[in-house]
């Protein structure tokens, strides 16, 4: 299973981990947070490689955060451990659920359904006044095992804990791009009527995507809000949703590991831009997405094969 | 009773709203095949526009009739611009291309318009009402009406008249309805396609801003308003089904009473009533009420 690229890729990750306590504390949870966020790209990834493209995986990503935060405040568990697995089976579930509806659709009518599920669960939080309405409520940081630091030390450690699981996660979607499974998603995507013809029930495959992008939404979700340890009810609004499937065209579907480098470019960027230009860093955003779309198709992924040394190696990604 | 004929004024009058805003999107969509996320910005540059005109005119010492066509004929020559810029500029590059990546790149253009707006107009809100007032009310029974509503009410159904009539008994209807069936077979018989996209584009972006104009005297004209439109829109189209002009009509009179029934009695489900509508009807009519069955291409 040691191929060249999980070599290359288990190096980035441990020079991710080693470099921390290097960089200054604003780096560290800006990339805790962009990592988070990059679990739910990986999922959009599986999706789009299907020709999917839900607009609604906002409700994936409340549904892992609003878990998390609920575990913390009514039962008192505060371990990482535990409420990362809940949220993720929680939304693990809903993606299972709605996935029987979902995954009978595709093109427009599939983005807007899932955008019109995520929008049903943005109007039950505002309506909820137990949970904090639209200011949402405070989650108090994780535990790991028994161990609590506090301060700078808590953040490093969450930060690894964040890499760790992005790690694991992108060598499970490796494999998983691998599989028979995984390697459908083109033809799915070319002409799936074809696919049915070969045997293969296409709704159950993508009912199966459905459910890998909503773990991998939920668990992002919770991870998202013990970093920041806040929720409140945008995070399941469509423009969340409109901003992971953007980072998904900017880093382009080419590799599990476009994910994480364009979701923590989009999250560098965007804090440069409202930096710089605090009332026009919207401009910036669609006119990168705009020349990302119009100009390289593949996106930002697809330079890397584009250096004349690599592309012998890795062919036709 | 009151409360039954609240409802059904109520939902009327948001039914209206919601044909005005959704006719242009499914115009666009029924075309050009093309999901256009622009229309919440055209809409906001719409309600930018009517209230720039309501403040001229409430300066200067005009009728008020002249105030609400200044309104009108401003908002739709901003949306004559825009539509025609965005097309002939940006859009074209992207033909041929996925729907859904077409779709992104009127999010771009979308994100970029939000921030041109407050360029333009600043980011403190406007108010309109004037017109709102002047038209003032109507009592039937113990119900007090708003002119301003009927005749928002009136105007949608001036709109989906003329568009029937347009697109049935006049010759760019006919040959619309000839590119809407098939592009190909229409452009081999010699229809200018590419100058059917461009007008039909433009004719969207217009009805997009005079939604957003008719509307500005209703609400506080700020920034965001696009946002929340577009999903809307979006929702009362995907019911009817996408590039139906009847579908939109249908669509926004089942949406606007279902969300005036949520509102007078479980006023909760308000916020999502909408969403559970859309949702309901394509479990049962996976293509939206007034979609055709396409047949399965190998």
Redesign the interface.
Known sequence: MMTPRTLAGALAFAVLAVAAPFAPAWLVSLATVAFANGLVVLGLVILWRAGLVPFGQALFYATGAYTVALIGRYTGVHDVFVTLAAGAAAAGLVAFLTGFLLARYRDIFFAMLSLAMSMILYGVLVKTETLGSTDGFHVESGTFLGFAPAGALHDLAFYWLVLAVCALAALQVAIYFDSVAGMLGAPVRDNEIRVEFLGISVNRLIHLKLVIAGVLAGLGGALAALAVEHVDPSMSYWTTSGGFVFVTILAGAGSVAAAFVGSLVFELVRSIAVDLFPGEWQIALGTALLLTILLLPGGLGSLVGRLPRLKRKTGAA | MLTAFAILTDGLVYAAYLFLVAVGLTLIFGVMKI?NVTHGSFYAFGAYGAATAVGIYANADWPDAAGFLLMIALAMAIGLMLGLVLERG?LR??YG?????V???T??????L???I??IWG?ESYGAYQPMVAAGNIEIGDLVLSNYDIGLVAIAALVAGLGYWALKHTRYGRLLTVVIFDRETAAAFGINVKVVYTVTFVIGAMLGALGGAVMAPKISVTLGIG?EVI?LA??VV?TGG?GSIEGALIGSLIVGLCRAAAVHLVP??E??VI??V??LV??FR??GLFTQAQP???
Not at chain 2, 97 to 101: F, G, L, S, W
Not at chain 2, 107 to 112: D, E, K, N, Q, S
């Open positions: 999901l940006i590059f992207a291309r996925d729907e859904v990546v779709v992104l790149v999010y771009a253009v979308f994100l970029m939000e921030d041109v407050a360029l980011r946002v999903v979006f929702a995907v996408l909760q489900i916020l999502f969403y559970a859309m949702a394509l479990v996976p293509y399965r291409k190998i």
